[in-house]
């Protein structure tokens, strides 16, 4: 079945950047997009980007492209976030999807998030 | 960006129908997903275009509109429907998520 593994919770010192992590299995990696989404309380969830498992290719929301880059590695059906010059507005549960465009866009399977903590 | 507007709680009896509206601030024709979200836990895609059923997803689950505004039923709701409901749509760019509503069983 389709899993999506997050790495571990995160406490990064403001200005530091941070890699986040996102193994895959049980769907062809390399045919399929994922997507990462940003929680804080309230409880509002936003859409960072998705980025397309066979060649990389990406598209951000314009809020988050100064914010964040997404890569993956196809040999390890592994997406990653790279989030710069953290803040205390950064400080949120970051969840990878898989992105579904077969079936109008929704994120069908969700990893089970990982918290980032802004602290000095 | 899209807004999606959503009453933010509802409270009711196990066994009862309850509606949860999605009101958009542009059309998204029919591109208008919905997810439920218990505490601690990642949000799980119910509804996907509107008004077709995610894999796994009870028949009780039902979603409806098109354009501006969209609903998820829940009919008969069961205590383990206890949770955040959001709608999301994708046919504009970004993205967006609704706020959220609390269902609560009375």
């Known amino acids: 079945q389709v899993k999506l593994l997050q790495s571990g919770a995160e406490l990064v010192k403001p200005g530091a950047s941070v890699k986040l992590s996102c193994k895959t299995s049980?769907?062809?990696?390399?045919?399929?997009?994922m997507s990462w989404l940003k929680q804080v309380p309230g409880p509002s969830i936003e859409w960072i980007g998705w980025?397309?498992?066979?060649?990389?290719?990406?598209h951000y929301n314009q809020k988050f492209k100064d914010k964040a880059t997404l890569t993956v590695d196809k040999s390890s059906s592994t997406a990653y976030m790279d989030l710069s010059s953290l803040t205390s507005e950064d400080a949120a549960v970051y969840f990878c999807?898989?992105?579904?465009?077969?079936?109008?866009?929704?994120?069908?399977?969700w990893g089970q998030g990982v918290m980032v903590t802004v602290s000095s | 960006d899209t807004l999606l507007t959503q009453s933010p709680a509802l409270a009711v009896s196990p066994g009862e129908r309850v509606s949860i509206s999605c009101r958009a601030s542009?059309?998204?024709?029919?591109?208008m997903h919905w997810y439920q979200q218990k505490p601690g836990q990642q949000p799980k895609l119910l509804i996907y275009?509107?008004?077709n059923l995610a894999s796994g997803v009870p028949a009780r689950f039902s979603g409806s509109g098109s354009g501006t505004d969209f609903t998820l039923t829940i009919d008969p709701v069961e205590t383990d429907d206890t949770a955040t409901y959001f709608c999301?749509?994708?046919?504009?760019?970004?993205?967006?998520f609704g706020a959220g509503t609390k269902l609560e069983l009375k």
């Open positions: 542009e059309g998204v024709t029919s591109y």
């Open positions: 049980g769907f062809t990696f390399s045919t399929n997009y």
């Open positions: 999807t898989r992105f579904a465009p077969s079936s109008g866009y929704p994120f069908d399977y």
């Open positions: 999301q749509q994708s046919w504009n760019a970004p993205y967006t």
């Open positions: 980025i397309y498992g066979g060649d990389g290719g990406t």
């Open positions: 275009k509107t008004s």
